[in-house]
Protein backbone atom coordinates (compact mmCIF):
# COMPACT_ATOMS: atom_id res chain seq x y z
CA UNK A 1 0.00 0.00 0.00
CA UNK A 2 1.38 3.53 -0.70
CA UNK A 3 1.81 5.86 1.67
CA UNK A 4 -0.16 8.77 1.23
CA UNK A 5 1.65 11.63 -0.94
CA UNK A 6 -0.61 15.11 -1.19
CA UNK A 7 -1.18 14.18 -4.48
CA UNK A 8 -2.24 10.90 -4.10
CA UNK A 9 -6.28 11.08 -3.70
CA UNK A 10 -6.11 7.20 -4.50
CA UNK A 11 -6.29 4.46 -1.20
CA UNK A 12 -3.55 4.87 0.81
CA UNK A 13 -2.07 4.62 4.52
CA UNK A 14 -1.77 7.80 6.20
CA UNK A 15 1.23 7.28 8.38
CA UNK A 16 1.28 9.08 11.97
CA UNK A 17 4.06 8.87 14.89
CA UNK A 18 2.67 9.03 18.51
CA UNK A 19 5.30 10.10 20.87
CA UNK A 20 3.61 9.26 24.34
CA UNK A 21 5.71 12.42 25.70
CA UNK A 22 3.07 14.28 23.43
CA UNK A 23 -0.26 12.44 25.13
CA UNK A 24 1.66 13.45 28.82
CA UNK A 25 1.62 9.52 29.44
CA UNK A 26 5.20 8.79 29.78
CA UNK A 27 4.52 8.50 33.53
CA UNK A 28 2.52 5.37 33.21
CA UNK A 29 3.70 3.97 29.91
CA UNK A 30 7.07 2.37 30.19
CA UNK A 31 7.28 0.90 26.94
CA UNK A 32 7.31 1.74 23.85
CA UNK A 33 7.78 5.65 23.85
CA UNK A 34 5.59 6.09 21.10
CA UNK A 35 3.33 3.84 18.43
CA UNK A 36 2.53 4.10 14.97
CA UNK A 37 -1.24 5.27 14.83
CA UNK A 38 -1.61 4.97 10.56
CA UNK A 39 -5.14 5.23 9.13
CA UNK A 40 -6.60 4.64 5.67
CA UNK A 41 -8.16 6.92 3.40
CA UNK A 42 -8.58 7.95 -0.10
CA UNK A 43 -10.89 7.71 -3.18
CA UNK A 44 -11.57 4.00 -4.13
CA UNK A 45 -12.76 3.82 -7.86
CA UNK A 46 -15.03 0.65 -9.11
CA UNK A 47 -11.66 -0.60 -10.60
CA UNK A 48 -9.73 -0.28 -7.80
CA UNK A 49 -12.76 -2.52 -5.70
CA UNK A 50 -11.45 -5.71 -4.05
CA UNK A 51 -7.82 -4.84 -4.01
CA UNK A 52 -5.78 -7.32 -2.41
CA UNK A 53 -6.44 -7.94 1.30
CA UNK A 54 -8.56 -9.71 3.89
CA UNK A 55 -11.03 -6.96 4.33
CA UNK A 56 -11.17 -6.77 0.49
CA UNK A 57 -11.63 -10.87 0.23
CA UNK A 58 -14.54 -10.38 2.70
CA UNK A 59 -16.19 -7.29 1.26
CA UNK A 60 -15.71 -9.27 -2.32
CA UNK A 61 -17.42 -12.04 -1.13
CA UNK A 62 -20.71 -10.12 0.17
CA UNK A 63 -20.54 -8.77 -3.28
CA UNK A 64 -20.85 -11.30 -5.35
CA UNK A 65 -23.58 -12.46 -3.30
CA UNK A 66 -25.48 -9.12 -3.73
CA UNK A 67 -24.54 -8.75 -7.43
CA UNK A 68 -25.87 -12.25 -7.71
CA UNK A 69 -29.27 -10.86 -6.41
CA UNK A 70 -28.88 -7.30 -8.05
CA UNK A 71 -27.80 -5.87 -11.01
CA UNK A 72 -26.01 -3.42 -9.33
CA UNK A 73 -24.31 -3.49 -6.05
CA UNK A 74 -25.70 -1.61 -3.41
CA UNK A 75 -22.59 0.39 -1.71
CA UNK A 76 -19.19 1.89 -2.71
CA UNK A 77 -15.96 0.72 -1.72
CA UNK A 78 -14.45 1.86 0.78
CA UNK A 79 -10.83 2.36 1.81
CA UNK A 80 -10.10 -0.04 4.77
CA UNK A 81 -6.87 -1.88 6.59
CA UNK A 82 -5.99 -4.74 4.67
CA UNK A 83 -3.35 -5.70 7.40
CA UNK A 84 -2.97 -4.50 11.48
CA UNK A 85 0.01 -6.25 13.79
CA UNK A 86 -0.38 -6.01 17.83
CA UNK A 87 1.25 -2.94 19.96
CA UNK A 88 3.34 -4.49 23.14
CA UNK A 89 2.76 -2.66 26.03
CA UNK A 90 4.73 -2.06 29.33
CA UNK A 91 2.56 0.28 31.98
CA UNK A 92 1.71 0.69 34.98
CA UNK A 93 -1.35 0.73 36.12
CA UNK A 94 -3.15 2.59 39.52
CA UNK A 95 -1.37 -0.12 42.00
CA UNK A 96 1.93 0.75 40.66
CA UNK A 97 2.20 -2.88 39.03
CA UNK A 98 3.95 -3.07 36.07
CA UNK A 99 2.00 -4.66 33.14
CA UNK A 100 3.14 -6.47 30.10
CA UNK A 101 0.43 -7.05 27.44
CA UNK A 102 -0.04 -7.05 23.53
CA UNK A 103 -2.49 -5.37 22.16
CA UNK A 104 -4.02 -6.69 19.25
CA UNK A 105 -4.87 -4.74 15.92
CA UNK A 106 -3.44 -1.78 17.08
CA UNK A 107 -0.87 -0.57 13.84
CA UNK A 108 -2.35 -0.82 10.64
CA UNK A 109 0.35 -2.07 8.16
CA UNK A 110 -2.04 -2.16 4.78
CA UNK A 111 -4.85 -0.28 3.25
CA UNK A 112 -7.06 -1.47 0.79
CA UNK A 113 -10.44 -1.28 -1.28
CA UNK A 114 -12.86 -3.48 -0.23
CA UNK B 1 -17.02 12.04 8.31
CA UNK B 2 -18.67 13.08 5.24
CA UNK B 3 -21.76 13.97 5.98
CA UNK B 4 -24.06 11.57 4.02
CA UNK B 5 -20.74 10.01 2.42
CA UNK B 6 -21.27 6.18 2.13
CA UNK B 7 -17.74 5.57 2.15
CA UNK B 8 -16.17 8.01 5.41
CA UNK B 9 -12.69 7.10 4.59
CA UNK B 10 -13.04 7.81 1.19
CA UNK B 11 -11.94 11.35 1.26
CA UNK B 12 -13.83 14.76 1.76
CA UNK B 13 -12.00 18.04 2.34
CA UNK B 14 -8.73 17.71 3.71
CA UNK B 15 -8.02 18.77 7.17
CA UNK B 16 -5.68 21.38 8.23
CA UNK B 17 -2.37 19.95 9.67
CA UNK B 18 -2.71 21.01 12.99
CA UNK B 19 -6.24 19.97 13.29
CA UNK B 20 -5.03 16.55 11.66
CA UNK B 21 -2.83 16.39 14.33
CA UNK B 22 -5.25 17.05 17.14
CA UNK B 23 -7.24 14.28 16.11
CA UNK B 24 -4.78 11.70 15.81
CA UNK B 25 -3.89 12.72 19.60
CA UNK B 26 -7.65 12.13 20.59
CA UNK B 27 -7.48 8.87 18.62
CA UNK B 28 -4.62 7.63 19.90
CA UNK B 29 -5.87 8.24 23.49
CA UNK B 30 -9.06 7.16 22.99
CA UNK B 31 -7.62 4.13 21.15
CA UNK B 32 -4.95 2.90 23.40
CA UNK B 33 -7.15 3.12 26.50
CA UNK B 34 -10.20 0.63 24.51
CA UNK B 35 -6.58 -0.93 23.68
CA UNK B 36 -6.08 -1.81 27.72
CA UNK B 37 -9.66 -1.95 28.87
CA UNK B 38 -9.51 1.12 30.58
CA UNK B 39 -11.92 3.98 30.80
CA UNK B 40 -8.87 6.43 32.12
CA UNK B 41 -5.35 6.86 32.20
CA UNK B 42 -4.28 5.47 35.52
CA UNK B 43 -3.57 8.28 38.47
CA UNK B 44 -0.36 6.71 39.73
CA UNK B 45 -0.28 7.36 43.40
CA UNK B 46 2.68 5.48 44.66
CA UNK B 47 4.66 4.82 41.24
CA UNK B 48 7.37 1.98 42.53
CA UNK B 49 10.93 3.87 42.38
CA UNK B 50 12.56 3.76 39.07
CA UNK B 51 15.60 1.55 40.87
CA UNK B 52 13.43 -0.96 41.71
CA UNK B 53 11.78 -1.07 38.24
CA UNK B 54 14.72 -1.41 36.33
CA UNK B 55 15.54 -4.51 38.36
CA UNK B 56 12.17 -6.50 38.66
CA UNK B 57 11.99 -5.95 34.46
CA UNK B 58 15.57 -6.93 34.72
CA UNK B 59 14.43 -10.30 36.01
CA UNK B 60 11.59 -10.54 33.93
CA UNK B 61 13.62 -10.17 30.63
CA UNK B 62 15.05 -13.76 30.93
CA UNK B 63 10.95 -14.81 31.52
CA UNK B 64 8.80 -17.08 29.45
CA UNK B 65 6.50 -14.54 26.58
CA UNK B 66 3.26 -13.73 27.81
CA UNK B 67 0.64 -15.48 25.50
CA UNK B 68 -1.51 -13.52 22.82
CA UNK B 69 -4.10 -11.52 24.78
CA UNK B 70 -2.60 -12.41 28.33
CA UNK B 71 -0.84 -10.37 30.54
CA UNK B 72 2.27 -10.45 32.80
CA UNK B 73 2.46 -8.22 36.08
CA UNK B 74 4.72 -7.75 38.41
CA UNK B 75 3.50 -6.68 41.83
CA UNK B 76 5.70 -5.27 44.70
CA UNK B 77 4.98 -5.92 48.13
CA UNK B 78 4.19 -3.05 50.25
CA UNK B 79 5.66 -4.53 54.03
CA UNK B 80 2.81 -4.62 56.78
CA UNK B 81 4.83 -5.24 59.49
CA UNK B 82 8.07 -4.79 60.66
CA UNK B 83 9.18 -7.89 61.68
CA UNK B 84 11.61 -8.54 59.94
CA UNK B 85 13.81 -9.34 62.85
CA UNK B 86 12.67 -12.59 62.66
CA UNK B 87 12.69 -13.36 59.20
CA UNK B 88 9.07 -13.68 59.07
CA UNK B 89 6.66 -10.94 57.26
CA UNK B 90 3.93 -10.42 55.76
CA UNK B 91 3.44 -9.21 52.37
CA UNK B 92 0.55 -6.61 51.01
CA UNK B 93 0.07 -6.88 47.43
CA UNK B 94 -2.41 -4.55 45.49
CA UNK B 95 -3.87 -6.31 42.45
CA UNK B 96 -5.94 -5.72 39.96
CA UNK B 97 -6.09 -8.42 37.35
CA UNK B 98 -8.95 -7.91 34.94
CA UNK B 99 -11.97 -10.11 36.09
CA UNK B 100 -12.05 -11.64 32.74
CA UNK B 101 -8.69 -13.13 33.09
CA UNK B 102 -7.59 -16.50 34.72
CA UNK B 103 -4.23 -17.01 36.75
CA UNK B 104 -2.14 -19.51 35.41
CA UNK B 105 1.37 -18.97 36.49
CA UNK B 106 2.94 -16.87 39.98
CA UNK B 107 5.93 -16.05 41.20
CA UNK B 108 7.25 -14.90 44.35
CA UNK B 109 10.94 -13.25 43.85
CA UNK B 110 12.93 -12.35 46.92
CA UNK B 111 16.24 -11.10 47.89
CA UNK B 112 17.92 -12.75 50.54
CA UNK B 113 20.80 -11.11 52.07
CA UNK B 114 24.34 -12.10 52.37
CA UNK B 115 24.09 -12.51 55.35
CA UNK B 116 22.32 -15.92 55.66
CA UNK B 117 24.11 -18.68 58.22
CA UNK B 118 22.98 -21.51 56.71
CA UNK B 119 20.22 -23.68 54.30
CA UNK B 120 16.60 -21.51 55.05
CA UNK B 121 13.56 -22.88 55.10
CA UNK B 122 10.77 -20.59 54.42
CA UNK B 123 6.76 -21.25 54.41
CA UNK B 124 4.70 -19.09 52.75
CA UNK B 125 0.97 -18.96 53.58
CA UNK B 126 -1.94 -17.03 52.12
CA UNK B 127 -3.41 -14.86 54.58
CA UNK B 128 -6.99 -13.73 55.53
CA UNK B 129 -9.09 -14.01 52.83
CA UNK B 130 -12.94 -13.59 52.65
CA UNK B 131 -14.44 -16.58 53.65
CA UNK B 132 -11.22 -17.64 55.98
CA UNK B 133 -12.07 -14.48 57.94
CA UNK B 134 -9.10 -12.13 59.23
CA UNK B 135 -5.73 -14.34 60.27
CA UNK B 136 -6.61 -17.89 59.09
CA UNK B 137 -3.84 -18.87 57.21
CA UNK B 138 -3.55 -21.26 54.23
CA UNK B 139 -0.48 -23.42 53.34
CA UNK B 140 0.84 -22.08 49.83
CA UNK B 141 4.21 -23.63 49.65
CA UNK B 142 7.60 -24.33 51.29
CA UNK B 143 11.24 -23.67 49.60
CA UNK B 144 14.55 -24.57 50.61
CA UNK B 145 17.00 -21.06 50.10
CA UNK B 146 20.86 -22.26 50.47
CA UNK B 147 22.24 -19.26 48.78
CA UNK B 148 22.04 -15.38 49.20
CA UNK B 149 20.56 -13.41 46.30
CA UNK B 150 17.29 -13.37 44.08
CA UNK B 151 15.27 -16.34 44.60
CA UNK B 152 11.97 -16.95 42.46
CA UNK B 153 9.52 -19.30 44.44
CA UNK B 154 6.87 -20.82 42.72
CA UNK B 155 3.27 -20.62 44.04
CA UNK B 156 0.24 -22.33 43.06
CA UNK B 157 -1.64 -20.42 41.27
CA UNK B 158 -5.01 -22.04 42.67
CA UNK B 159 -3.94 -20.68 45.62
CA UNK B 160 -4.44 -17.04 44.66
CA UNK B 161 -7.55 -16.59 43.81
CA UNK B 162 -8.62 -13.35 43.35
CA UNK B 163 -10.57 -11.44 45.94
CA UNK B 164 -12.84 -8.14 45.27
CA UNK B 165 -10.73 -5.88 47.11
CA UNK B 166 -7.91 -6.99 45.25
CA UNK B 167 -5.49 -7.17 48.53
CA UNK B 168 -3.25 -10.24 48.35
CA UNK B 169 -1.74 -10.73 51.93
CA UNK B 170 1.34 -13.24 51.83
CA UNK B 171 2.93 -14.43 55.15
CA UNK B 172 6.50 -15.47 55.27
CA UNK B 173 7.50 -17.92 57.82
CA UNK B 174 11.74 -18.41 58.25
CA UNK B 175 13.62 -21.16 60.29
CA UNK B 176 17.27 -22.33 59.57
CA UNK B 177 17.29 -25.75 58.93
CA UNK B 178 20.65 -26.86 60.48
CA UNK B 179 20.67 -26.29 64.41
CA UNK B 180 19.11 -24.46 67.18
CA UNK B 181 20.41 -21.33 66.12
CA UNK B 182 18.29 -18.63 66.17
CA UNK B 183 17.86 -17.20 63.22
CA UNK B 184 19.59 -13.56 62.28
CA UNK B 185 17.92 -10.75 61.53
CA UNK B 186 17.50 -8.84 58.42
CA UNK B 187 17.68 -12.29 56.11
CA UNK B 188 14.81 -11.11 53.82
CA UNK B 189 15.54 -7.51 51.99
CA UNK B 190 11.87 -6.48 52.18
CA UNK B 191 12.69 -2.75 51.53
CA UNK B 192 14.25 -0.85 50.08
CA UNK B 193 15.85 -1.22 45.97
CA UNK B 194 15.20 -5.12 46.49
CA UNK B 195 12.23 -5.32 47.83
CA UNK B 196 10.10 -8.65 46.99
CA UNK B 197 7.88 -8.43 43.92
CA UNK B 198 4.82 -11.11 42.80
CA UNK B 199 5.73 -11.81 39.06
CA UNK B 200 1.95 -13.50 37.53
CA UNK B 201 0.94 -14.44 34.32
CA UNK B 202 -2.91 -14.43 33.51
CA UNK B 203 -4.60 -15.46 30.36
CA UNK B 204 -8.39 -14.67 28.58
CA UNK B 205 -10.52 -17.06 30.20
CA UNK B 206 -12.32 -19.53 27.79
CA UNK B 207 -15.59 -18.97 26.91
CA UNK B 208 -17.88 -20.82 29.36
CA UNK B 209 -14.86 -21.57 31.50
CA UNK B 210 -16.08 -22.01 35.39
CA UNK B 211 -19.23 -22.38 34.47
CA UNK B 212 -20.66 -26.03 35.85
CA UNK B 213 -21.20 -28.70 33.48
CA UNK B 214 -24.31 -30.91 33.63
CA UNK B 215 -24.33 -34.53 33.50
Given at each position: T?????????????????????????????????????????????????????????????????K??????????C?????????????????????????PD??V?????? | ????????????????P????A?????????????????????????????????A??????????????????????L?D???A??S???????????S?????????L?????????????????????????????????????????????????L???????L??R???????????V???????????R??????T????P????????
Amino acid sequence: TPSCEPATPLCCRRDHYVDFQELGWRDWILQPEGYRLNYCSGQCPPHLAGSPGIAASFHSAVFSLLKANNPWPLGTSCCVPTARRPLSLLYLDRDGNVVKTDVPDMVVEACGCS
Amino acid sequence: QVAGSACPSCGGPALAPQAERALVLKLAKQQILEGLQLTSRPRLTHPPPKAVLTRALRRLQRGRVVPANGEQVISFAVLTDSSTATCSSTLTFHLSTPRSHHLYHARLWLHVLPTLPGPLSLRIFRWGGRRRGRGSRVFLAEHQLTTPGWHALTLPSSGLKREESGVLKLRLDCSLLEGNRTVAPQLLDTSGEQRPFLELKTQPKLPGAGRARRR
